[in-house]
């Protein structure tokens, strides 16, 4: 981790029609961190992750990505500069094979270039998905199919990876993979904010987190100092559990 | 549609020419089956998009005697360009406002070009008489148009390439994955309202190929688009959202049907027992043959 900002979200507010899904928010994201968003589910998590990636645009307030304002953007031109999401639920092409999913990732033209080169990084990380390339995605375990997701956004070869609940559905295990695999992604240099509903594993995965509720920051700092928290305990593991597994 | 059983009356006559007719059919529906499958549109005016490309063809044809199949390097084109201006201007913008929009656009567009074609053609009946497409090949005692069979030929080469497209160019997987996952196509980068416009760009190609053979085989008029539309409709919906394949092999059930439904009960029931059949497959199998 370096101390230059990369992602700098200032005082967005996003609506949904007439339903204001976030108030006010203000993030900061380091180059080269692991960073946790955590909440309750319709706390704004997946709103402020489509925000960055252009999906919705903030009614006031700022997003800017390497410097530049990116909160008018279009989605395809926010995966140009270097953001990918791997979206909740996974979300490969059902009826598409794991390799032409994987190709797909690429399709942005800055991530063609790179295309040979990503694919391999994919398969060294899970080799799994090289194991089974003409499989449709469909017929892929939910492990399997996260992997794939994870993989996909990899080939657009991102700078700012962004990923909405890693751990929904999947067995301790698989998640245990999926951890390791992300912090490998990060080694290379690659930014990663994810959203996640398992708090206690987040805390000792991640390097900061961001504690949204009811679309506002609640919290935030290092995972060190959130583990310790009078409040996260309170609100998190119980009012007498003081300790954090 | 008025498949003339011809030569002698034994059941592979109807056979085969069920079989030829069904790769019309499955070549008329392969453009509104790939807009169905990428957009969630029924684009009403495929029909009258495939008509006024049998009238383009009629036009080189006659005025500038170069023969339909030639001329289609000028339909294609034409065609190609027309549809990418409709869904960037007209049904892109319908997008915009709500789903219902395009659909209701669309019938516009086909009432639009029925009465252009009306006034530019008038209401006579019209035909591509090339100096081939009235002759006949013969398998033992019994003739076969030969219009029919390279109005089959054609269907195969545009589901094979259409098929071979969306497949291995990143454009055609483009095209795939958004009409997989709008949002996840999103999320990879890929311009969904421009992918709409190619998509709906490739679906008029395919219409500009089946205007020609289409023209070939059967005389059209202004208002023969709704007859054909329906005959597509129900092909795509034999076949599953957005399977070429699909498409193409429902285009020959419905085909079969309809020659066989004539050769056993009469010319005049031969389009009841299509519908009915329809019917039927999708009592049976509601997403279709190869629908997802």
């Not at chain 1, 390097?207 to 609100?235: C, F, H, P, W």
């Not at chain 2, 044809?61 to 007209?90: E, H, N, R, S, W």
């Not at chain 2, 009235?134 to 033992?140: D, Q, R, V, Y």
């Not at chain 2, 023209?215 to 129900?234: E, N, Q, R, V």
Request: net charge neutral.
């Amino acid at each position: 981790m370096t101390d230059e900002t990369i992602l700098k979200i200032e005082n967005i507010d996003v609506f949904h029609g007439t339903f204001q899904a976030l108030w006010d928010v203000s993030i900061e994201v380091k180059r080269g961190e692991m960073l946790a968003l955590i909440g309750a589910n319709t706390a704004g998590k997946t709103t402020l992750l489509d925000a960055v990636s252009g999906l919705r645009h903030p009614s006031k307030g700022s997003i800017q990505f390497e410097g530049e304002e990116i909160g008018f953007l279009d989605p395809y031109q926010i995966v140009e500069l270097g953001i990918t999401q791997v979206p909740e639920g996974r979300s490969v092409f059902p009826d598409m094979t794991v390799l032409d999913n994987l190709l797909i990732g690429s399709y942005a033209a800055s991530a063609r270039k790179r295309k040979a080169e990503n694919l391999e990084k994919v398969y060294d990380l899970f080799p799994r998905l090289e194991e089974r390339k003409r499989q449709v995605a469909k017929t892929l375990s939910g492990g399997e199919q996260q992997m794939l997701a994870i993989g996909r956004g990899l080939m657009a070869d991102p700078k700012l990876m962004l990923i909405d609940e890693i751990s929904l559905g999947l067995a301790p295990i698989v998640i245990d993979e999926i951890f390791r695999a992300l912090h490998k992604i990060k080694a290379t240099g690659i930014t990663v904010l994810f959203v996640e509903q398992n708090v206690n594993r987040t805390l000792k995965e991640a390097d900061r987190a961001y504690i949204l509720e009811r679309g506002r920051i609640a919290l935030s700092g290092a995972t060190a100092d959130l583990r310790e928290n009078q409040e996260v305990k309170r609100a998190y593991f119980g009012v007498d559990t003081c300790e954090v597994k | 549609m008025r498949g003339k059983v011809m030569g002698s009356v034994d059941v592979f006559t109807p056979v085969l020419m069920g079989i030829m007719l069904g790769g019309l059919y499955a070549l008329i529906a392969l453009g509104l089956s790939l807009v169905f499958g990428v957009m969630r549109l029924i684009n009403l005016a495929h029909g009258d998009l495939v008509i006024l490309s049998s009238y383009i063809s009629y036009a080189i044809f006659t005025y500038l005697a170069v023969d339909p199949i030639l001329g289609l390097v000028i339909t294609i084109p034409f065609m190609l360009l027309l549809g990418f201006l409709i869904q960037k201007y007209i049904l892109g913008r319908g997008f915009a406002i709500s789903s219902e929009t395009p659909l209701i656009i669309a019938f516009g567009i086909s009432l639009v070009l029925q009465n252009l074609n009306q006034i530019l053609w008038t209401p006579l009946s019209r035909g591509l008489n090339t100096s081939y497409s009235h002759m006949s090949f013969f398998i033992g005692e019994r003739q076969f148009p030969v219009s029919y069979l390279l109005a089959f030929l054609a269907g195969i080469v545009v589901m094979v390439g259409l098929r071979a497209f969306l497949t291995r160019t990143y454009m055609g997987r483009a095209i795939t994955a958004a009409s997989q996952d709008k949002r996840a196509a999103q999320l990879m980068g890929i311009n969904t309202n421009r992918i709409y416009g190619y998509a709906f760009a490739i679906a008029m190609g395919a219409a500009a190929v089946a205007g020609v053979f289409l023209g070939m085989t059967f005389p059209f008029t202004p208002t023969s688009g709704i007859s054909f539309l329906t005959i597509a409709f129900g092909t795509v919906v034999i076949g599953g959202l957005g399977s070429m394949l699909g498409t193409f092999l429902a285009g020959i059930i419905l085909g079969l049907s309809q020659t066989l439904g004539g050769y056993l009960f009469g010319s005049a029931s031969q389009m009841l027992i299509v519908y009915v059949l329809v019917l039927a497959i999708l009592a049976i199998r509601p997403h279709g043959l190869l629908g997802r």
